[in-house]
C-alpha cells in the first residue's frame, strides 16, 4: 500500500482541512512547476521531490456550465450549480464550482479567487470583485 | 486486385436491433452479436484466432468471454479500453495482429445494457484524480458542456449551429427503424429540449441504449476464400489525450494526432474521404472532431454543419448515416462500434438507399473514449472498399 500512501500524504496539502487559511498546490521542487491535481510524481519531469506551496489562490475562470437544480451533486432542490475549470495564477487549471454567482453574471476570464473547504463543502471559487 | 500480404478486411458486422433489452443478460448479448457477425462474415466460431473486447466484459474480461461463448482456438486477445473509442481502436490493432502474423480471424464484440442496469460497471477501479474532481459531481454531460462553452467563447460558435448536428442525426435516423429515437426534429426542437448542463440540452445528448454489435476483421487469404465486397483497413491511428497536470485546451481532443496519423498511413487526406462516421457521444463531439480530423479549419465547425454539411447522400461529409449515437444508438455507453458497422455498411452499397453515398469508396470511422481535451482517447480506422 506504499503507493497509496505516497498519493494521499501528496493529497492531505492539497485540499486543506477546515480552518486552514490558504490553498496549497503541489510544485516540482526540481522542475519548479506547478501542477494540479495533487499527485506523489511530479507530472512534468517524474521528480518525486514534491512540495506544497501556499497559492495566491487566485485565478480566472477557463470555462463554465450550469446545471439545473435538482442535477447529481446539487447540495438542495434549488440549487443551480456552477461547474468550472479555473485556471490558477501559477498555471495549473481546477475543476471546481463557483458560488456566489448567479449564471447571468458569469464570464469566461472573469477573476476568481479560492473559498476554501468547509464543512461539507470543498474548495469552491467566488469572484474576486 | 492483386492478392496483398498482411493487408486487414472487414468481413463481417453485426448490430444488435434491440435498444431496450431488460430480458436478455449482458452474456446473451454476447453471445448474440458474436454468432451475427460471423453469420455474415459467412465464418463459424472454429476459425476465430483472434478476440478482442473491452472493460465492460465482467470476470475475468476476455477469458470469461471465450469461455461462456465457446471459442476453442484463440491464438491473440487484445483487451484494449479506450471507453467509447475502443473497438475502433480494435479493428486497428486486429489488423495490425493479422499483418504479423498472430491471426487471420478476428472477432470484436461489444454487449451492454445501460438502460436496463444502469448500475453496472464492469471492472474498473476509481481514477486518482478522484478525490480532486469527485465532490464537484461532475457529470459526463457535464464535462463536455465545460469544452462547448469554451468551443463557444474561442470561435463563436452557437447552440444553433450545435443542435444543426443533431437535425441531421434525426434526418437520418428516421430512415432506420431500428433507432431509438426514429423522429426528425428541428432546431427549435433542440433548442427547446430541456437544458442537461448548460449549453447542452437534453438533444445535444447520445441516447443511452441496451445492445451490443460485433466486426469480424479477416486475413487476406481468408478474405480472398469468402470473396465479396470487403472494407479493407487501410489506415489507423490512435492518440490519448490529457492536461497532465497543467494546461488545458477543452477546444482539442487527441483526434489531432489519431486523424493524422491514419491518413498518412492510407496516403490520403480528409478530401478523399466520401463517407465519415465520427463519434457523436455529444453534438460538441461532433463539432470538434471534424475540425481535430482536418475536415474544416479549427473554430470553422459550427459553419460546416449548419447548412447541411454533413447530411448524407450529398453534403460535403456525409455522416453517421445510421442516425448515430444522437439518435440512433449507442450501446453500453459506447459508440465506437456502431461507427465502424455503418461505415462498412456505406462501403458495401448497404446503407438506407436515400442515405448511400454513390460510389462508396473511401470511409472513415473514428472513436473519442473519456472526456473532452481532460483524460480521453481517439482512435481512427480508414477503410477502402475492395471487390474480391
Known amino acids: 500500500m506504499t503507493a497509496a500512501r505516497d498519493e494521499s500524504s501528496a493529497a492531505d496539502g492539497g485540499v486543506p482541512p477546515t480552518g486552514d487559511r490558504v490553498l496549497r498546490v503541489p510544485r516540482c521542487r526540481r522542475c519548479h512547476r506547478h501542477f494540479w491535481y495533487p499527485r506523489a510524481r511530479c507530472p512534468h519531469c517524474r521528480s518525486a521531490d514534491i512540495e506544497l506551496l501556499d497559492s495566491r489562490g487566485t485565478g480566472t475562470l477557463y470555462t463554465y456550465s450550469t446545471l439545473p437544480a435538482g442535477t447529481k451533486g446539487s447540495a438542495t432542490a434549488d440549487d ?10 501559477e498555471g495549473p487549471f481546477i475543476l471546481t464550482t463557483l458560488t456566489g454567482l448567479s449564471p447571468d453574471e458569469v464570464r469566461i476570464g472573469m477573476s476568481l479567487t479560492a473559498l476554501l473547504p468547509d ?3 470543498p474548495l ?6 | 486486385v492483386t492478392p496483398r500480404p498482411g493487408a486487414a478486411y472487414v468481413a463481417g458486422i453485426y448490430e444488435h436491433p434491440g435498444r431496450v433489452l431488460p430480458d436478455l443478460s449482458l452474456l446473451e448479448i454476447f453471445a448474440d452479436v458474436t454468432d451475427g457477425a460471423l453469420r455474415d462474415a459467412g465464418l463459424s466460431l472454429a476459425e476465430v484466432d ?12 476476455p477469458v470469461s468471454l471465450i469461455d461462456y461463448l465457446g471459442i476453442p482456438g484463440v491464438t491473440y486477445l487484445d483487451t484494449t479500453d479506450l471507453g467509447g473509442a475502443s473497438y475502433v481502436s480494435h479493428v486497428g490493432h486486429a489488423a495490425m495482429a493479422i499483418a504479423a502474423g498472430k491471426c487471420s480471424v478476428a472477432l470484436i464484440v461489444l454487449a451492454g445494457k445501460p438502460r436496463s442496469d444502469p448500475s453496472y460497471r464492469g471492472r474498473r477501479a476509481p481514477g486518482p484524480e478522484v478525490p480532486y474532481e469527485q465532490p464537484y459531481a461532475p ?18 460558435t452557437t447552440s444553433e449551429q450545435l443542435a444543426a448536428v443533431k437535425v441531421t442525426a434525426s434526418q437520418h435516423a428516421q430512415h432506420n427503424p431500428h433507432a431509438f429515437l426514429p423522429r426528425a426534429v428541428t432546431v427549435e426542437e433542440v433548442l427547446d429540449s430541456p437544458m442537461v448542463s448548460a449549453p447542452l440540452h437534453r438533444l445535444d445528448c447520445c441516447v443511452v441504449t441496451d445492445g451490443g454489435g460485433a466486426v469480424v476483421v479477416v486475413s487476406d487469404e481468408v478474405a480472398r476464400s469468402l470473396g465479396g465486397p470487403m472494407a479493407r483497413v487501410i489506415g489507423h491511428g490512435e492518440a490519448a489525450r490529457a492536461s497532465y497536470g497543467g494546461a488545458l485546451d477543452l477546444t482539442r481532443t487527441a483526434a489531432t494526432v489519431s486523424g493524422p496519423r491514419a491518413f498518412a498511413e492510407a496516403r490520403l487526406a480528409p478530401g478523399d474521404i466520401d463517407y465519415a462516421s465520427i463519434y457523436d457521444s455529444f453534438t460538441i463531439t ?3 472532431t471534424i475540425e481535430n480530423l482536418g475536415f474544416c479549419p479549427a473554430g470553422q465547425g459550427g459553419a460546416f454543419v449548419a447548412d447541411g454539411g454533413l447530411l448524407a447522400p450529398h453534403g460535403r461529409l456525409p455522416f453517421n448515416t445510421d442516425g448515430g449515437g444522437l439518435c440512433n444508438n449507442h450501446p453500453g455507453n459506447r459508440g465506437g462500434m456502431t461507427k465502424v458497422i455503418e461505415a462498412v455498411r456505406q462501403l458495401r452499397g448497404a446503407a438506407h438507399p436515400l442515405l448511400q453515398v454513390p460510389d462508396c469508396t473511401l470511409a472513415l470511422a473514428h472513436g473519442t473514449g473519456g472526456s ?4 480521453m482517447a481517439s482512435a481512427t480506422v480508414i477503410m477502402e472498399r475492395v471487390d474480391l
Not at chain 1, 80 to 89: G, N, Q
Not at chain 2, 144 to 154: G, N, S, V
Open chain 1, 119 to 121: 464543512g461539507d463543502q
Open chain 2, 139 to 156: 457529470t459526463t454531460a457535464s464535462l463536455y458542456a465545460l469544452a462547448a462553452r469554451r468551443h463557444m467563447y474561442e470561435h463563436g
Open chain 2, 372 to 375: 473532452l481535451g481532460t483524460r
Open chain 2, 286 to 288: 461532433v463539432l470538434e
Open chain 1, 124 to 129: 469552491r471559487f467566488v469572484s474576486s470583485t
Open chain 2, 50 to 61: 483472434g478476440f478482442f473486447c473491452a472493460d465492460e466484459a465482467p470476470g475475468f474480461g
Open chain 1, 80 to 89: 443551480v450549480r456552477i461547474l468550472a475549470y479555473v485556471e490558477l495564477d
